[in-house]
C-alpha cells in the first residue's frame, strides 16, 4: 500500500508540472506524435481485449493473461502523459483526438493516472488469485478507458 501511495504522490508532481500542452512546430512532429499517440492506444486496446473477454465470460479467467496484460497497459498508462503533450491542432491532420486535450491537460493527465492505477489494482487482485474480483477490478479499468473516451475521443 505505501508503494501504491508514494506512487501517486509521484504521479501528481509529475501531472502538475507538466500539464501545459506544448505545440509542435511542424506538420512532419504532428505527425509522428499523431502515430506515436495512436501505437500507444492500439496497444492498450490489444492488451485490455482478453481481459474484457474474460470478464465477460467468454474467455476462461487466466490470472497470468491478467497481471502481463495489465502491467503492460499501466507502462503504457505512464506514457500518455508525455505522448499526449504535443499539441497538433495547427495542423489539419487525421486524429481521433478531441481538442480539449490539450486545453484540458490537467483532466486528460488525471484520467491516465486514473487507468494506471485501475491496471495496478488488477495485477493484485490476480497476484493474490482472487477470483471473485477479477470482473470487478477488470470492469474499473475498462470504465477508465471509457471516462477518457467520452471526453476526449472522437466519434
Known sequence: MKKIISFIALLSIV????????????????????????????????????????????????????????????????????????????????TGAKDNIWTNQEDFNKKAENMVMAAIQVQEVASAGMTDDYRKSIGALGATCKACHDDYKKD
Open 15 to 94: 501531472a502538475s508540472a507538466s500539464a501545459i500542452a506544448n505545440p509542435v512546430e511542424s506538420e512532419k512532429q504532428a505527425k509522428a506524435a499523431i502515430q506515436f499517440r495512436q501505437a500507444i492506444l492500439q496497444l492498450v486496446r490489444s492488451n485490455m481485449g482478453p481481459m474484457g473477454a474474460m470478464a465477460k465470460g467468454d474467455i476462461p479467467y487466466d490470472s497470468e493473461v491478467m497481471m502481463v496484460n495489465s502491467q503492460r497497459i499501466e507502462q503504457l498508462g505512464l506514457m500518455m502523459e508525455d505522448y499526449f503533450a504535443a499539441d497538433t491542432r495547427a495542423f489539419d491532420l487525421e
